[in-house]
């Protein structure tokens, strides 16, 4: 199910192979939960960097939100939530459950916390 169709095929990934539909999934999960995806992951020795994207002025739904939040508590992921999906302007970072105050950036930032995120997984 993708709650914005019209945004979604305006950002098409390189590699992009099809649309799965989770609609017939509605209603095997209580409270209206539906999957979601992460649009971004990288794994390093058993370390994760997760990305959530977002169009600039749209907000990250609160189920995912919550479901963002408690991965990094459970496991060794950081999220990274960029907004501006083509060009990043603002990112916003989740780390032990925590989500951290949102800033502004631009390619070579977000390139620069990726690789600061490398050096430390690496260790």
Same mark, same amino acid.
Do not use: H
């Given at each position: 199910?993708?709650?914005?169709?019209?945004?979604?095929?305006?950002?098409?990934?390189?590699?992009?192979?099809?649309?799965?539909?989770?609609?017939?999934?509605?209603?095997?999960?209580?409270?209206? @939960?539906?999957?979601?995806?992460?649009?971004?992951?990288?794994? @390093?020795?058993?370390?994760?960097?997760?990305?959530?994207?977002?169009?600039?002025?749209?907000?990250?739904?609160? !189920?995912?939100?919550?479901?963002?939040?408690?991965?990094?508590?459970?496991?060794?992921?950081?999220?990274?939530?960029?907004?501006? /999906?083509?060009?990043?302007?603002?990112?916003?970072?989740?780390?032990? !459950?925590?989500?951290?105050?949102?800033?502004?950036?631009? /390619?070579?930032?977000?390139?620069?916390?990726?690789?600061?995120?490398?050096?430390?997984?690496?260790?």
């Amino acid at each position: 199910m993708i709650d914005y169709p019209d945004n979604f095929f305006k950002s098409v990934a390189s590699d992009f192979d099809g649309v799965f539909e989770w609609g017939y999934l509605a209603g095997a999960f209580p409270r209206g @939960i539906m999957p979601m995806d992460w649009d971004g992951v990288v794994e @390093i020795n058993n370390n994760f960097l997760v990305f959530e994207t977002k169009d600039v002025g749209k907000e990250v739904p609160e !189920g995912q939100l919550m479901a963002l939040k408690r991965a990094t508590k459970v496991g060794p992921f950081i999220v990274v939530i960029l907004w501006g /999906k083509k060009e990043p302007v603002e990112y916003q970072l989740i780390y032990k !459950g925590e989500l951290r105050e949102k800033k502004s950036c631009d /390619k070579e930032r977000i390139k620069r916390l990726c690789q600061a995120w490398v050096k430390w997984a690496e260790k």
